[in-house]
C-alpha cells in the first residue's frame, strides 16, 4: 500500500513558535506538496518541490518556508506562527515525468495536520 | 488562470437515491480532470480521473464522471447513494504543462436515512 505520513494529527502552538511540520512518503515519488486546507476555499498550494532541495511556491506561501533535503521527505515550516494559520494541513506526493510537463499523475494524501495557533 | 467551481456547498440526498455533484473548470488547454473524496477525519482518496478518450469514465466505489468539454464540466454521478458515501467531494484540475493540481471549494454530502 502507497503511503504518505505526517508526523502529527493535530498540533497546538503559540503564538510566534516555529512550527514545523513533517511528511514522508514511501513510493520513490519525485513530486511532493503541501496544502492548506480551509471550509469553503478548498485546498490551497502553499509549497511544492519536483525534486530533492527544489521547491516552487503555490499560491499561498507568504509565511511559510519547506525543507527537501531527503527524497522522501518534506517538511513545511511556519517561522512564526500566527492565528490566521490555524488550519488542516495536507501533504501529498505524485511521480514525476521524465519531461516535467504533465499534471495527470494521481496525487497521494495524508492523513492530515490540524494545526491550532493560540 | 484556471479555477474550478463546485457551485453547491451542500448537498444532502436520501439512501438509495441517485446523487449527481456538479464540477465546472476553467482552463484553456487540455485538462485534466480529478475527483477527490474525503471522509470526515482523514486525507483525499482519488475517486476517479479524465485525461483523454472515452469522455465517460468509471470510479471506485460505484461512482462515475462525465467530461463535456462544450459546458466545461466534469460532474460526478452515483446511482444509489448509500450511507457511507457521506463526505466532502473535491473536484480537481491538473494543468497540461506543471505539476500542480487546482482545488475546487469542495461539496459537502450528507445521507439521510
Known amino acids: 500500500d502507497v503511503k504518505v505520513t505526517q508526523s502529527s494529527r493535530y498540533l497546538v502552538k503559540r503564538t510566534g513558535e516555529k512550527v514545523f511540520l513533517e511528511c514522508v512518503q514511501d513510493?520513490?515519488?519525485?513530486?511532493m506538496f503541501w496544502y492548506r486546507q480551509d471550509p469553503g476555499l478548498g485546498l490551497r498550494l502553499i509549497y511544492f518541490?519536483?525534486?530533492?532541495?527544489?521547491?516552487e511556491k503555490g499560491d499561498i506561501p507568504e509565511g511559510y518556508s519547506v525543507s527537501r533535503e531527503k527524497k522522501e521527505r518534506f517538511s513545511l515550516i511556519l517561522e512564526s506562527a500566527s492565528t490566521n494559520q490555524t488550519s488542516m494541513y495536507l501533504c501529498?506526493?505524485?511521480?514525476?515525468?521524465?519531461?516535467?510537463?504533465?499534471?495527470?499523475?494521481?496525487?497521494?494524501f495524508g492523513q492530515g495536520t490540524r494545526l491550532t495557533v493560540v | 488562470a484556471q479555477s474550478v467551481t463546485q457551485p453547491d456547498i451542500h448537498i444532502t440526498v436520501s439512501e438509495g437515491a441517485s446523487l449527481e455533484l456538479r464540477c465546472n473548470y476553467s482552463?484553456?488547454?487540455?485538462?485534466?480532470l480529478f475527483w477527490y473524496v474525503q471522509s470526515p477525519g482523514q486525507g483525499l482518496q482519488l475517486l476517479l480521473k479524465?485525461?483523454?478518450?472515452?469522455?465517460l469514465v468509471q470510479g471506485i466505489k460505484g461512482f462515475e464522471a462525465e467530461f463535456k468539454r462544450s459546458q466545461s464540466s466534469f460532474n460526478l454521478r452515483k446511482p444509489s447513494v448509500h450511507w457511507s458515501d457521506a463526505a466532502e467531494y473535491f473536484c480537481?484540475?491538473?494543468?497540461?504543462?506543471?505539476?500542480?493540481?487546482?482545488f475546487g471549494a469542495g461539496t459537502i454530502l450528507r445521507v439521510k436515512s
Open positions: 501529498a506526493s505524485s511521480p514525476g515525468q521524465p519531461n516535467f510537463k504533465f499534471s495527470n499523475t494521481e496525487a497521494f
Open positions: 513510493m520513490d515519488h519525485e513530486n
Open positions: 518541490s519536483y525534486d530533492v532541495k527544489m521547491k
Open positions: 482552463y484553456g488547454a487540455t485538462p485534466y
Open positions: 479524465y485525461f483523454s478518450g472515452d469522455t
Open positions: 480537481a484540475v491538473g494543468m497540461e504543462y506543471g505539476n500542480k493540481l487546482v
